[in-house]
């Protein structure tokens, strides 16, 4: 299947931003789903943002209003605005697309909040 490509992550000090991009090659990009997730080190993989092809986007409640999930179809590309970051945001985010039998994730990006 086609890798994704994730980029943007870094260290940022608490209260930072960060905004995390996708680059998803796939066809029918603007059919699939996209999804964010993140795995922090002894914990399983969560999922942080969702934005359907049509329909709403949805959060964890632990990045609610600090977050805003996007993407572009015309550039085949999804991004994830991370304001107001915590220490408990430090994690390994992950850019996932799904469309019919195609479930595609890319290899990550570390973030990491800390003073």
């Known amino acids: 299947q086609v890798q994704l490509v994730e980029s943007g992550g870094g260290l940022v000090q608490p209260g930072g931003s960060l905004r995390l991009s996708c680059e998803a090659p796939v066809n029918r990009f603007s059919l699939s789903d996209v999804n964010w997730y993140r795995q922090a080190p002894g914990q399983q993989r969560e999922l942080v943002a969702s934005?359907?092809?049509?329909?709403?986007?949805k959060y964890a409640d632990s990045v609610k209003d600090r977050f805003t999930i996007s993407r572009d179809n015309a550039k085949k590309m999804a991004y994830l605005q991370m304001n107001s970051l915590k220490p408990e945001d430090t994690a390994v985010y992950y850019c996932?697309?799904?469309?019919?039998?195609?479930?595609?994730w890319g290899q990550g990006t570390q973030v990491a909040v800390s003073s």
């Open positions: 996932n697309v799904r469309y019919g039998t195609l479930n595609t």
């Open positions: 934005i359907p092809n049509f329909g709403r986007k």
